[in-house]
């Protein structure tokens, strides 16, 4: 029993690693311009790897003839599609030792683990619709939020088995963080989709200087656009078809995210600093802190380089991080998670 629960704990790890590591690649992907490396899905050009030689890239011309064939970016496409497909593999492991461990254990260790198994299956249908609907906005922002949730849940898995960053007992303290600490979750998650619809919306260079937009404090923007969640098939999304008023638009709301972002996960860490003294919660509070105002710094600097790729990939890592960040403090404060044990 405790090898099954030894090897739950570190599939549930490797599957954590594994998602952020694909997440990374996703981002890098994407800034590369090289979500539409291959034209197909699952394969590229039809094959399980992307053409190299340049008899491969004749066979990939004629497979597709009108495709602008990048080895090199559909490369980065495949890598990403196999290290997802190996992530796959090891969510479907987890998910059977936890039906292994299902008799004598909590039923979160079966059911959590299936429903991240649900979970790639829709990620998996939306990376296929990425490609098949041209880098639609809305599949590419639904595919981060997806690789987000997922690695959200991987983590919780993790967290449940307690070898790590326990619970601490309930106190008056505690009681009070408990929902702070929900609203801090609910924050950074709209703020990771404002992120995400930026991003996918190629809204990044409409406010080209910081902390203005356009040289003004509120420049021209159409937020209906901007904000339209749902645009028609058939057209090719690469390098975004939003007007510079929708971008900016969309750019601004992910500042003013930002800006209360900042502000109330910053104002919630620096009060479970002071606040936390016993249990060491103060430490949540500064892991949390540190990594709010890196990631407000790699936002700011997105702009100020206008988007070199080392800094967008950060920005997206930290952003998990973050996420990570606030699940940890939920998880800490939970209410009764201390007294359950672990069978
Ligand atoms: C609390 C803070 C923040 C969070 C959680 C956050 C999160 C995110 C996420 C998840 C993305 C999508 C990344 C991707 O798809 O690769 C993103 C994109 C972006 N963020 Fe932030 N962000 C924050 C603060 C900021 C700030 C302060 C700025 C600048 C003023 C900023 C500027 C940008 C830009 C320009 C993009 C688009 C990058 C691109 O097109 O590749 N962010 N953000």
Known sequence: MNDK????????LVAVFLTYGVILLGAYTRIENAGLGC?????????????????????????????????????????????????????????????????????????LPLLAVVLVIFQATLGMLTVRWKLNPLIVMGHLLGAFTILALLWWIALRERRFFRPVPVSPLTRRLRWAAL??????????????????????LACPDFPTCQGQWWPHMNFTDGFTLWHK????????????AAAAAV?????????????YVGGLSLYVIAAGKTHHLCRYGLALL????????????????????????AHNGVAAL???????????VRPGAHEETTP
């Not at 496409?77 to 059977?96: D, F, P, Q």
């Not at 609203?183 to 919306?201: D, E, F, R």
């Not at 098939?233 to 510079?244: A, H, P, R």
Request: charged share 10%.
């Open 251 to 263: 750019q601004m709301a992910h500042r003013i995210g930002a800006l209360v972002t900042l502000l």
């Open 233 to 244: 098939l058939g057209i090719n999304y690469d390098g975004g078809v939003l007007s510079l």
């Open 183 to 204: 609203v801090a979750l609910v924050i950074v998650t709209v703020q990771i989709a404002l992120g995400g619809w930026t991003s996918a919306n190629y809204a990044g």
């Open 322 to 332: 973050l996420l990570l960040a606030v699940i940890t403090l939920n998880h800490v």
């Open 39 to 111: 034209p197909d899905w699952p394969g590229c050009y039809g094959r399980v790897f992307a053409p190299t030689t340049p008899a491969q890239i004749e066979q990939a011309q004629r497979y597709a003839p009108r495709a602008d064939i990048s080895p090199s970016k559909a490369w980065k496409e495949m890598i990403h599609r196999y290290a997802a497909g190996l992530l796959s593999l090891v969510i479907l492991a987890l998910a059977i030792v936890g039906m292994q461990l299902q008799r004598r254990s909590h039923y979160a260790r079966y059911l």
């Open 5 to 12: 629960l030894n090897l739950f704990f570190r599939l549930a």
């Open 290 to 313: 540190i990594i709010l105002l890196v990631q407000v710094t790699l936002g700011v600097l997105n702009v100020l380089t206008h988007l070199t790729v080392p800094i967008v990939v």
